[in-house]
């Protein structure tokens, strides 16, 4: 099989090297994309009339049944062709005949794989804006169903002060808000057409740049033809944004893991999202949030390796450009797959607030809550502090918790201690009581809650 590009050369390279040089076995995710940049490329060149309309009509034709046969999974790539622009265009002369090489007119594989992955990138990342909105979603149906539900809140992994359980569960969502922002900031730079930039120093044909990137869709266009062929920025700053948001997960991951465990018995996840043992017939395992936490390493994975790759690079384009899609297209899939497991993960997992409530009657985290009331009083905090650490150190020595104390040894340790402690001390009113903003209290939570609705409620970038 002669290559497309073969005529400057006498000899054909060995099969393995075929092998080592072509891209086709990944690159083949770019088909629709690729047929959709062919389509606007020769629309806007019959319109320039660079091309005849009668062939223009033949190429367009020629494309469609290209778009079918794709949809249908009925192309036979061939790593002789190298990549999916070779071989669409391979495909294409079989079909109209020669009039389909002229598609090639004006452009090069450098600015159409270029314009491939931004179409690409462009439709994933709206795709994975709606998924981290499913997430959310989530986390709200179930913050707004527990509100009052009192949970150990930790530092260092140790009880620290109650918290309202969806208080914690909102933490997330702001994390993952912050994640939507960043993606759809980034539609700013993906939003942007390369096609018609050639190998790197445009093309001599009257084009109209702006009017395939019209036809595409696009916002804008590179302003530089070498920067347009090099740019892989866009893939980087993708990349990161997946890298943060599955770290989001992965740490959201933990907490399931550890609230789903026997020691804690916070939550119970879902049958449907947890797995058995081969040998011991009483494990429930959290198998899909313990796969999403080990996927965050593979995806932290492919951003080092385009950052490596892009790092020595002189302009304009390099074969080394070619390691750019097999790291995006499996971060796309592992993240879309990551959040379609935890929104169903969320929207069924089941709070035990029985559980909830033993624990944080059952440790020192409300102590900050006698340091408070002391200070509210006119005691200094620091001395409010020594006060109560020497209170909990006496209730360790004795097996109890604070609430156990009689009011005689309180009032021993500080006189400003009255009976209303006992109700200062109670988690629910800990909790409550604290209506910072921002803070834990039920009232601020369920402001929250309604500025999470509004948002979601907003539509993104595009």
């Known amino acids: 099989m002669s290559k497309l590009w073969g005529g400057r050369f006498s000899q054909s390279p060995e099969e393995w090297v075929d092998e080592f040089n072509a891209s086709i076995s990944f690159d083949q995710n770019l088909v629709m994309e690729d047929l959709e940049g062919s389509v606007a490329h020769v629309t806007m060149l019959g319109e320039c009339g660079i091309l005849e309309p009668s062939e223009v009509k033949q190429i367009l034709t020629g494309l469609s049944v290209l778009k079918e046969k794709a949809q249908k999974g009925e192309l036979s790539y061939s790593v002789q062709n190298e990549d999916i622009h070779l071989n669409l265009e391979h495909f294409l002369i079989q079909e109209i005949g020669q009039v389909g090489g002229k598609l090639h007119t004006g452009r090069s594989r450098n600015d159409q794989v270029a314009t491939d992955m931004h179409l690409y990138l462009k439709n994933r990342v709206i795709e994975i804006i709606e998924l981290v909105r499913a997430v959310q979603q989530a986390i709200v149906k179930q913050a707004d169903a527990h509100v009052e539900t009192i949970a150990p809140g930790y530092t260092h992994l140790q009880r620290a002060q109650p918290v309202s359980f969806a208080h914690h569960m909102m933490a997330y969502f702001w994390m993952l808000e912050r994640d939507v922002q960043r993606f759809d900031d ?6 942007v057409s390369p096609l018609g930039a050639g190998a790197l120093a445009g093309t001599t044909f009257p084009i109209n740049r702006k009017r395939s990137a019209e036809l ?4 804008d266009i590179y302003e530089n033809s070498m920067d347009a062929v090099s740019d892989r920025d866009f893939i980087v700053e993708f990349l990161s944004n997946a890298s943060m948001t599955i770290m989001h997960l992965s740490r959201f991951s933990e907490e399931l893991i550890i609230w789903s465990s026997q020691e804690f018995q916070f939550i119970e996840l879902a049958d449907a999202f947890s797995t058995g043992s081969s040998i011991m017939p009483q494990k429930k395992n959290p198998d899909m949030a313990e796969l999403v936490r080990g996927k965050t390493g593979r995806v932290f994975g492919h951003l080092v390796s385009m950052l490596t790759v892009l790092k020595g690079l002189p302009l304009a384009y390099n074969k080394d450009m070619q390691e750019d899609k097999e790291g995006m297209f499996d971060t796309v899939h592992t993240l879309m797959g990551s959040l379609k497991i935890f929104a169903g993960m969320i929207n069924t997992m089941k709070v035990k607030k029985d559980q909830l409530e033993k624990a944080v009657n059952e440790d020192f985290s409300n102590a900050t809550e006698l340091a408070d009331y002391l200070a509210s009083k006119g005691m200094p905090f620091r001395e409010a502090h020594e006060v109560v650490g020497k209170l909990v150190l006496a209730c360790i020595n004795q097996g109890i918790y604070l609430k156990d104390l009689p009011l005689s040894e309180m009032t021993d340790a500080s006189s400003l201690i009255e009976e209303d402690i006992y109700q200062v001390l109670e988690p629910a009113q800990a909790v409550k009581r604290r209506e910072s903003e921002g ?14 609705e509004s948002i979601m409620k907003e539509q993104v970038r595009l």
């Not at 980034?186 to 939003?191: A, F, G, T, V, W």
């Not at 834990?440 to 929250?448: A, D, I, L, M």
């Open 186 to 191: 980034s539609l700013k730079r993906i939003d």
């Open 216 to 219: 595409l869709g696009f916002s």
């Open 439 to 452: 803070g834990t209290g039920f009232e601020q939570v369920r402001n929250q809650l309604k500025k999470a």
